[in-house]
């Protein structure tokens, strides 16, 4: 309190609020601010300015302290980050499907060689090689799509397994059980089945 060396002894409460702004700008920002005793057994507080004069309220509940850093003292130095390798690596995102729902966007990150597209299905979750959409209008059919990435041609292809325009073009269906008929997909295509749209974006060049 008066630069004095603090020793064992009684219990003093200190407290001083600052802000980087004025009251004024905070009561504008409808910022409710109070200080209550009501949960201590200290009936007075010592206010003291100066002892908390580098603490900033930044918000409800966030502070900025102020200090020196020698105060820290000699700090070992950081360990480096471990190398990432390619097994512990996340798998690279092959390509991205987008559809808009209830006017919010979503995006599916492709990182398997196939991918189906199917309606909503209960009790059957997407995976990285299944994509379920629940969509409304029944445009989206069930197994509707089935899109390949070919590593040796580094193409993409697309079957279809109910009606929809790939590019503005309509294309022959597959026959479920029997070999797809493949189609190939460029990397920025729209798929569009009934009202329903997704965009295709490939990601290998």
């Given at each position: 309190?008066?630069?004095?060396?603090?020793?064992p002894g009684s219990v003093q409460v200190i407290s001083a609020a600052t802000?980087?702004?004025?009251?004024?700008?905070?009561?504008?920002?409808?910022?409710?601010?109070?200080?209550?005793?009501?949960?201590?057994?200290?009936?007075?507080?010592d206010l003291n300015p100066n002892t908390f004069a580098n603490i900033d309220i930044l918000s409800k509940g966030h502070f900025r302290v102020k200090f020196k850093k020698d105060f820290l003292g000699e700090q070992p130095a950081a360990a480096p980050a471990p190398a990432v390798t390619s097994k512990s690596a996340a798998p690279q995102s092959l390509a991205t499907i987008q559809?808009?729902?209830?006017?919010?966007?979503?995006?599916?990150?492709?990182?398997?060689?196939q991918l189906k597209i199917t309606k909503a299905i209960e009790g059957v979750p997407?995976?990285?090689?299944?994509?379920?959409?629940?969509?409304?209008?029944?445009?989206?059919q069930k197994e509707h799509i089935l899109i390949r990435y070919d590593d040796a041609a580094r193409a993409f292809y697309i079957a279809l397994y109910a009606d929809a325009y790939i590019n503005?073009?309509?294309?022959s269906l597959s026959v479920p059980g029997q070999n797809p008929v493949w189609h190939p997909l460029k990397n920025d295509s729209t798929i569009v089945c009934?009202?329903?749209?997704?965009?295709?974006k490939g990601h290998i060049f």
């Amino acid at each position: 309190m008066d630069n004095s060396d603090i020793e064992p002894g009684s219990v003093q409460v200190i407290s001083a609020a600052t802000s980087e702004k004025s009251w004024v700008e905070l009561s504008s920002e409808q910022i409710k601010v109070s200080i209550s005793s009501k949960h201590s057994k200290y009936s007075k507080y010592d206010l003291n300015p100066n002892t908390f004069a580098n603490i900033d309220i930044l918000s409800k509940g966030h502070f900025r302290v102020k200090f020196k850093k020698d105060f820290l003292g000699e700090q070992p130095a950081a360990a480096p980050a471990p190398a990432v390798t390619s097994k512990s690596a996340a798998p690279q995102s092959l390509a991205t499907i987008q559809f808009v729902l209830n006017k919010e966007r979503y995006s599916f990150q492709m990182r398997e060689k196939q991918l189906k597209i199917t309606k909503a299905i209960e009790g059957v979750p997407s995976t990285p090689t299944l994509l379920c959409i629940n969509e409304p209008s029944g445009s989206l059919q069930k197994e509707h799509i089935l899109i390949r990435y070919d590593d040796a041609a580094r193409a993409f292809y697309i079957a279809l397994y109910a009606d929809a325009y790939i590019n503005e073009q309509k294309l022959s269906l597959s026959v479920p059980g029997q070999n797809p008929v493949w189609h190939p997909l460029k990397n920025d295509s729209t798929i569009v089945c009934g009202i329903f749209q997704l965009d295709f974006k490939g990601h290998i060049f």
